[in-house]
C-alpha cells in the first residue's frame, strides 16, 4: 500500500508558476513509477507528465511540454511538477499517482495508487 498526498496547489495569475509536491507513504517510494494527471470540471482525467522508478525518464503531455516539469527524490519519497508559463486551460484538480505496472504510462488505468487531489486555478 502506498499512500499519496498533495500539495501546493492554489490561485495563480496566467503566465504565473506554481509547483506542486507529491508525498508518498508505506510502500518503498522508489519502486513505483510516478504521474501526474488533472481533471477538469466536466472533463475526464488526462495525463500530464510521468516520471520512472529511477527518474531516468520523462513523460509529458504536449500541452504541457516545455513549460512543466517533473522530478522525484527518492531519498524524501516526494514527487514534484514544476508548472510555469501557467494558462486558464491548466485549471484543474491535479492529481498524483503511482504504479508498479509496466504497460502505457499515460493511461489511468496503470496506476494503482491515487492522492486526494490538489486545486490548482488559473485566473485570466
Known amino acids: 500500500q502506498v499512500q499519496l498526498v498533495e500539495s501546493g496547489g492554489g490561485l495563480v495569475q496566467a503566465g504565473g508558476s506554481l509547483r506542486l509536491s507529491c508525498a508518498a507513504s508505506?510502500?518503498?517510494?522508489?519502486?513505483?513509477?510516478m504521474g501526474w494527471f488533472r481533471q477538469a470540471p466536466e472533463k475526464e482525467r488526462e495525463f500530464v507528465a510521468a516520471?520512472?522508478?529511477?527518474?531516468?525518464?520523462?513523460y509529458y503531455a504536449d500541452s504541457v511540454k516545455g513549460r512543466f516539469t517533473i522530478s522525484r527524490d527518492n531519498a524524501k519519497s516526494t514527487m514534484y511538477l514544476q508548472m510555469n508559463s501557467l494558462k486558464p486551460e491548466d485549471t484543474a484538480v491535479y492529481y498524483c499517482?503511482?504504479?508498479?505496472?509496466?504497460?502505457?504510462?499515460?493511461?489511468?488505468?496503470?496506476?494503482?495508487?491515487w492522492g486526494q487531489g490538489s486545486q490548482v486555478t488559473v485566473s485570466s
Open positions: 499517482a503511482a504504479r508498479m505496472r509496466s504497460g502505457k504510462i499515460f493511461r489511468t488505468t496503470e496506476y494503482d495508487y
Open positions: 508505506g510502500h518503498t517510494f522508489s519502486s513505483y513509477d
Open positions: 516520471i520512472s522508478w529511477t527518474g531516468s525518464r520523462l
